[in-house]
């Protein structure tokens, strides 16, 4: 079993940058995929970014590729997102997930999942 928890949330103004973290417990992360998702009001969950075990595998969305970066530490057993040129469309609750085997894009093999952190862009 692997415990998921998001932090760094928050409210900013367009353009601007917030990093957030997840933390996990119960198990090391070395032994899984990693992705954020989103979910906006109103709207379905979306993939966001993945990262392989080693880190040397990223993948991302159209809407976020130049603007977000994913990264890992094994070490502290956490994923980072680190957005910036935030949008007003980037407002929704952001999920860690962790993935033992399964494409990164499809939210559907991801078995653990944090409970959510919410950001909101205002224009």
């Known amino acids: 079993q692997v415990q998921l928890v998001e932090s760094g949330g928050g409210l900013v103004q367009a353009g601007g940058s917030l990093r957030l973290s997840c933390a996990a417990s119960?198990?090391?992360?070395?032994?899984?995929?990693l992705g954020w998702f989103r979910q906006a009001p109103g709207k379905e969950r979306e993939f966001v970014t993945a990262i392989n075990r080693s880190g040397g595998s990223t993948y991302y969305a159209d809407s976020v590729k130049g603007r977000f970066t994913i990264s890992r530490d094994n070490a502290k057993n956490t994923v980072y997102l680190q957005m910036n040129s935030l949008k007003p469309e980037d407002t929704a609750v952001y999920y860690c997930?962790?993935?033992?085997?399964?494409?990164?894009?499809?939210?559907?093999?991801?078995?653990?999942w944090g409970q959510g952190t919410q950001v909101t862009v205002s224009s």
């Open positions: 119960g198990r090391t992360l070395t032994y899984y995929m």
């Open positions: 997930a962790a993935s033992s085997m399964g494409l990164p894009r499809r939210s559907t093999d991801y078995a653990y």
